[in-house]
């Protein structure tokens, strides 16, 4: 079954820091429209380690965030 941004992203983002943070730079992680736009940088940073701004997410989330966007970005 495909992943969906409801159900499996936007648990990954947490309201504070992530969500709070990033609508500081104009972004809404917590928005789907947002994350979807924005979905290769998120990838980008999320790979690199450089988000979230804390600590780097475990591989598998990674992975997880990388698999729905395979998948098509479902709401």
């Known amino acids: 079954m495909a992943l969906s941004f409801a159900k499996d992203i936007r648990p990954l983002f947490r309201d504070t820091p992530d969500v709070d943070t990033m609508k500081q730079f104009g972004m ?3 928005a789907y429209d947002d994350v979807k736009t924005h979905a290769e940088a998120i990838y980008s940073r999320l790979d690199d380690g450089s988000m979230p701004c804390d600590e ?5 989330q990674i992975a997880k965030f990388k698999q729905w966007m395979d998948d098509g ?3």
């Open 28 to 30: 809404d992680l917590s």
């Open 56 to 60: 780097p997410w475990p591989k598998a």
């Open 73 to 75: 970005m479902a709401p």
